[in-house]
């Protein structure tokens, strides 16, 4: 299989994490669109997904997977171990929750960072809040859950809450979000160190 990445992409982070704790990455080739720091989608990249969005999984046959829930879903189902589900309905959709909250803040942080990129005169200050504000509330979110998350063996709402975080502290350091959150703090000061997690962070 191939993966379409970058690496900063916290969507992408989801998938390798996920084939990590699946015991699949070696299976996986990367294809870095970044060409000079600059995202650089390929005609041919353009031809399997249309939204020319990372990641997306291009599979052995030629066929493309797209959005990370279901890339994650995909390679969760090709082998039986490391499952990134619980098998229990509830807590199965309690993860799918948490996943689409960090998806969602994850989204409006790179619509802000996308707005940053533009020239000064173009940026709007309103739509940097509105998007700020889902941030805030996303957070808050997972601080009323921050005593349900794992602390080992993580499933894919542990996981996108990792990438989330590290993705808006990368992108806005002087922000520190976390500070408003401490059970989302102690939680993720464990969490973060956990080896799944480890050489995976966004960087330059
Ligand atoms: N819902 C998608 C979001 C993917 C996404 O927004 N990826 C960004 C990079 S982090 C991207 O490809 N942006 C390029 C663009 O929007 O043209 C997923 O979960 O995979």
């Given at each position: 299989m191939k993966l379409y990445y970058s690496h900063s992409s916290p969507f992408v982070r989801k998938i390798l994490v996920t084939a990590r704790k699946k015991n699949l990455e070696n299976k996986i080739e990367l294809i870095d669109l970044m060409v000079n720091g600059v995202y650089t989608p390929t005609p041919e990249f353009k031809k399997h997904n249309p939204l020319a969005k990372i990641p997306t999984l291009l599979l052995d046959n030629n066929e493309a997977m797209i959005d990370?829930?279901?890339i994650c879903e995909y390679l969760n189902g090709l082998s039986d171990t490391g499952s990134i589900f619980p098998k229990d309905r509830a807590q199965y959709f309690q993860q799918k929750k948490i996943e689409a909250v960090a998806d969602g803040a994850t989204d409006a942080a790179v619509l802000r960072r996308y707005e940053q990129l533009r020239p000064e005169?173009?940026?709007s200050a309103?739509?940097?809040?509105?998007q700020k504000e889902k941030i805030a509330l996303s957070y808050q979110y997972l601080e009323s859950v921050a005593d349900t998350l794992q602390t080992e063996n993580f499933y894919i709402g542990e996981i996108s809450t990792i990438a989330m975080i590290d993705y808006i502290d990368y992108r806005f350091p002087d922000e520190k979000w976390l500070a408003e959150t401490p059970k989302l703090k102690k939680w993720y000061d464990q969490a973060s160190k956990s080896p799944l997690f480890a050489g995976t962070e966004p960087k330059k």
């Open positions: 990370s829930p279901i005169n173009l940026r309103d739509w940097d809040n509105k």
